[in-house]
């Protein structure tokens, strides 16, 4: 089946510490983003990527790091610099793609929700 | 700065009614707008997309129109069901902002039996 899987679901971070929160895709998506959500609050952009190896920073990209090694890859690093972690972080892809009948659609991952110890 | 607003953030109401939720956006420079379902601790699943030379989209009980010229889009559900329950996220595509959506905090639905 093809999807996004992101992992894992459940994430401790303890203070000082740097964490890895996993997003793939088998749809061949060009693009991929990193979303964090809070209570009561819409999806906030961290980090998104169009293409291999290059991406740009979000809304609230301080204390956050991507990488975009392979197309079917974009890991989310949460760093130390980070002083509230604790959300709910999604991932998700689309097609890039251009014209009138353009559609846009995004996929989403289950997400991971972090918490710090 | 675009911003995208929902109204009511929360709703309940009795199995089998029609309801309509709102969405109103700032900058009417948009590329499509966007319809999610999101169960809890769950991710967001589209449910209708709209492109900014669309009035409307319908899929099954769902009906999606946008008027862009003033910023509104309405979802409206038909017969609710309990399995409706769920927070429905509006999202925009804005023209000046690359390929970032912009959300709305969504509105979180519950469909009694």
């Known amino acids: 089946d093809g999807g996004i899987t992101q992992s894992p679901k459940y994430l401790f971070r303890k203070e000082g510490q740097n964490v890895t929160l996993s997003c793939e895709q088998n749809l061949n998506h060009d693009a991929m983003y990193w979303y964090r959500q809070d209570p009561g609050q819409g999806l906030r952009l961290i980090y998104y990527?169009?293409?291999?190896?290059?991406?740009q920073k979000g809304d609230i990209a301080e204390g956050y790091s991507v990488s975009r090694e392979k197309k079917e890859s974009f890991p989310l690093t949460v760093t130390s610099a980070q002083k509230n972690p604790t959300a709910f972080y999604l991932c998700?892809?689309?097609?890039?793609?251009?014209?009138?009948?353009?559609?846009?659609?995004?996929?989403f991952g289950a997400g991971t929700r972090l918490s710090v110890l | 700065k675009q911003e995208v607003t929902q109204i009511p953030a929360a709703l309940s109401v009795p199995e089998g009614e029609n309801l309509v939720l709102n969405c109103s956006f700032t900058?009417?420079?948009?590329?499509?707008l966007q319809w999610f379902r999101q169960d809890p601790g769950k991710g967001l699943t589209s449910l209708l997309l709209i492109q900014s030379s669309q009035r409307e989209q319908t899929s099954g009980r769902l009906n999606a129109s946008l008027d862009k010229s003033s910023g509104r889009s309405t979802l409206y559900i038909a017969a609710s069901q309990p399995g409706d329950s769920a927070t429905y996220l509006c999202?925009?595509?804005?023209?000046?902002?690359?390929?970032?959506?912009?959300f709305g905090a969504g509105t979180r639905l519950f469909v009694k039996a």
């Open positions: 999202a925009v595509e804005s023209l000046t902002g690359g390929f970032k959506t912009i």
């Open positions: 900058d009417s420079a948009i590329y499509n």
């Open positions: 998700a892809s689309n097609l890039i793609t251009s014209g009138a009948l353009a559609k846009n659609i995004q996929y």
């Open positions: 990527s169009q293409i291999v190896n290059d991406f």
